[in-house]
């Protein structure tokens, strides 16, 4: 069993890189997050970047400024880039890397404040069904069409009492929410 996770890996080719593209080294030397071939580094125009990483970036990114390998696996490691300000989070956690997709059927007119709340907690809302979405969220009168490509791409299909659940295990609450305050999440 591999208990590093590959992460060895990666802070050697982190090592390997600084001696063949040293401009890279010297970024991360300087506390850059550059582009690197996983998620984390910030690049172009960083109004709005995930604030994740993945932990091989970070391993290569160790690598690169030749720094020892010290990471848990199983914990979150911050750094901010010297160059932006910004913080990036490097964890294992994919559903934090990569945001849930999520689309909404049968809604009508709440179709608008459903969206807005999903990205406010961090959903990526699609724009039509596809083999990436995670949660078809079904309202009052969904689309069978779309509900069936849904079904048949593998989505879970859940109501919208199953969806304030997950917005409000998003907002970092584990007790039972009254109807009461379920309607606080404006829907």
Partial sequence: ???DQGLINCWEVGRNTASIKPELA???AKGELPEL???GGIAGNPESPNKYGHLYYYAMWLGLRNESLQIDPD???EVTCSRT???KV???NLLKIEPINVFFTGFGKETETLIKNAKKYGYKVSDKVTKTLYYLVCGPSPDAPTVKKAKDNGAEIISADEWKKKLAEKQGSKKHHTSEQNK???F
């Fill in 90 to 92: 490097f964890t294992m």
């Fill in 26 to 28: 010297a970024a991360a």
């Fill in 1 to 3: 069993m591999d208990t």
């Fill in 85 to 87: 300000g910004l913080k």
């Fill in 184 to 186: 606080q999440l404006k």
């Fill in 37 to 39: 071939p996983f998620e």
């Fill in 75 to 77: 914990g979150e490691h």
